[in-house]
T-cell receptor
Framework: AQKVTQAQTEISVVEKEDVTLDCVYE???????LFWYKQPPSGELVFLIR??????QNEISGRYSWNFQKSTSSFNFTITASQVVDSAVYFC????????????FGTGTRLTIIP | DTEVTQTPKHLVMGMTNKKSLKCEQH?????MYWYKQKAKKPPELMFV???????INESVPSRFSPECPNSSLLNLHLHALQPEDSALYLC?????????????FGNGTRLTVT
């Protein structure tokens, strides 16, 4: 069975602080994809990143960075120097590499940046 | 601006009404999706269309009826809904089926059933 866990339900940090959102994906599959989506108060989900389980290199995009460690099944997301516009719900979403299965979202982490 | 457009943004309907939600994309994507999202919950997949054919129905009640008139349009027809169907309905598209292509979402239709 596959299981995605976002243990942090809600996080609040003061603007300009760094914050890390955790995601743990437990699976017996050796190959899979992991996605992160952002859902601001306006409602639409915005695609942030997709990583393949074979690629454990960290990725950085501006203030965003992702750390994937297959050994611990974790795919964590860090925002550096947070801004009020980062306030949103962030979903981790794994997808198996094979088969026509649905994209399953984690329960999400609500991030609030306090000005 | 989102490249997937959903109308209306808000909809209030009675349990005996018939209404439709509309979704449109012009990115040339061949897969389109309907998701339902209750408050403080993650989105849940309802339907997937791939190349204008229904490929996944997640055991959704028949009071929800999807339609894909062409590769750019996706409708969700609503009839005899229940108050518990009140939710945010999100449309999404992707380049191909349910595989590794990122989904592009619309802003959603916030539905209230009275």
């Amino acid at each position: 069975a596959q299981k995605v866990t976002q243990a942090q339900t809600e996080i609040s940090v003061v603007e300009k602080e760094d914050v890390t959102l955790d995601c743990v994906y437990e699976t017996r599959d050796t190959t899979y994809y992991l996605f992160w989506y952002k859902q601001p108060p306006s409602g639409e989900l915005v695609f942030l990143i997709r990583r393949n389980s074979f690629d454990e290199q960290n990725e950085i995009s501006g203030r965003y960075s992702w750390n994937f460690q297959k050994s611990t099944s974790s795919f964590n997301f860090t925002i550096t120097a947070s801004q009020v516009v980062d306030s949103a719900v962030y979903f981790c979403a794994p997808y198996p590499n094979f088969g026509n299965e649905k994209l399953t979202f984690g329960t999400g982490t609500r991030l609030t940046i306090i000005p | 601006d989102t490249e997937v457009t959903q109308t209306p943004k808000h909809l209030v309907m009675g349990m005996t009404n018939k209404k439709s939600l509309k979704c449109e994309q012009h990115m040339g994507h061949r897969a389109m999706y309907w998701y339902k999202q209750k408050a403080k919950k993650p989105p849940e997949l309802m339907f997937v269309y791939s190349y204008e054919k229904l490929s996944i129905n997640e055991s959704v009640p028949s009071r929800f009826s999807p339609e894909c008139p062409n590769s750019s349009l996706l409708n969700l027809h609503l009839h005899a809904l229940q108050p518990e169907d009140s939710a945010l309905y999100l449309c999404a598209s992707s380049q191909e089926g349910q595989y590794n292509s990122p989904l592009h979402f619309g802003n959603g239709t916030r539905l209230t059933v009275t």
